[in-house]
């Protein structure tokens, strides 16, 4: 039950997401491929710095991510509030 597993914290919609998109998949094909290369290309150091810019590329993703999953949620409880109070909204006749 959804309610209850938001309750004990074990509600992880992030983990639940699987892209089934074949341009997405074909996207992560790419950067695995240009990550390939630039190991070969790169020193050691310089991959490792590279990889910090991408964790925190990843890291600033997910809090975006986070932040339009909270916007949704919310602009979702207002329409359905608005959807139930009866009131007249803007695109009403």
Request: net charge negative; proline share 2%; glycine share 6%.
């Amino acid at each position: 039950m959804i309610l209850e597993d938001m309750y004990y914290g074990n509600w992880h919609p992030s983990e639940q997401i699987k892209s089934t998109d074949p341009e997405s998949q074909q996207v992560n094909q790419k950067i695995s491929e240009h990550m390939e290369m630039l190991k070969n290309k790169f020193s050691e150091v310089d991959f490792e710095q590279m990889e910090v810019i991408f964790d925190l590329l990843n890291e600033s993703t997910s809090l975006h991510s986070a932040a339009a999953f909270i916007h949704g949620y919310r602009t979702g409880a207002m329409t359905m509030i608005e959807v139930f109070s009866g009131e007249k909204g803007a695109g009403s006749a």
